[in-house]
């Protein structure tokens, strides 16, 4: 089983800032990474998949990268409809989250 | 457009079977695969597994000895089994679509564009 280790847990950022998040697997994986957002009472809604292609209709201050072991979904300036809890999933050998980050406003 | 809605009992027994169903409008089931996809405080996010239109399936490991996932294509909807329930089944469950591409080093990666409004199974006596 791969561990998928993301920090922080929490994200104090103020609107306009850049968000760094890190998601970090316990072992090699190829570019199958994607991440999801969370509000409160609604469910996850894709972000990016293959590490770095958006989803339909995901603005370009959102962006994916990373390889290997580690990964980074990185928010370019953070909109007040952007706090919300992140998670990243991969696609090894079946389907494994994240524990989340929590991206508030600080 | 194409959405989601689980259906099914809220309150299932200790020992029992949980059951649930997922219909799809907006859309047909043909050509994707469909997974179940649970949330608890616990656990986080858990995926359970999935079916695609011909009925194949693919489950989590560690829950594959208590899951069962079917499709009805007559009705557009999926369905999951999780049997010999525990409190540690207690979850807010899922079902949503699968994206299924190819990343940049050709490997085959699944991701979840659509997905259910979900619906809260507590397991208590």
């Known amino acids: 089983e791969i561990e998928m280790k993301q920090s922080p847990a929490t994200l104090s950022v103020s609107p306009g800032e850049r968000a760094t998040l890190s998601c970090r697997a316990s072992?090699?994986?190829?570019?199958?990474l994607a991440w999801y957002q969370q509000k409160p009472g609604q469910a996850p809604r894709l972000l990016i998949y293959?590490?770095?292609t958006r989803a339909i209709g995901i603005p370009a201050r959102f962006t994916g990268s990373g390889s290997g072991t580690d990964f980074t979904l990185t928010i370019s300036s953070l909109q007040s409809e952007d706090f919300a809890v992140y998670y990243c999933?991969?696609?090894?050998?079946?389907?494994?989250f994240g524990q989340g980050t929590k991206v508030e406003m600080k | 457009q194409v959405q989601l809605q689980e259906s099914g009992p809220g309150l299932v027994k200790p020992s029992e079977t949980l059951s649930l169903t997922c219909t799809i409008s907006?859309?047909?089931?043909?050509?994707?695969?469909w997974s179940w996809i649970r949330q608890s405080p616990g656990k986080g996010l858990e995926w359970i597994g999935y079916?695609?239109?011909?009925?194949?399936?693919n489950y989590n490991p560690f829950l594959k000895s208590r899951v069962s996932i079917s499709v009805d294509t007559s009705k557009n909807h999926i369905s999951l089994n999780l049997s010999s329930v525990t409190a540690a089944d207690t979850a807010l469950y899922y079902c949503?679509?699968?994206?299924?591409?190819?990343?940049?080093?050709?490997?085959?990666?699944?991701?979840?564009?659509?997905w259910g409004q979900g619906t809260q199974v507590t397991v208590s006596s």
């Open positions: 072992q090699t994986l190829s570019n199958n």
């Open positions: 079916v695609d239109y011909s009925g194949s399936t």
């Open positions: 949503a679509r699968d994206l299924y591409y190819y990343d940049s080093s050709g490997y085959p990666g699944i991701a979840f564009d659509i």
């Open positions: 907006g859309g047909s089931i043909s050509t994707y695969f």
């Open positions: 999933q991969q696609y090894n050998n079946w389907p494994q």
């Open positions: 293959g590490v770095s």
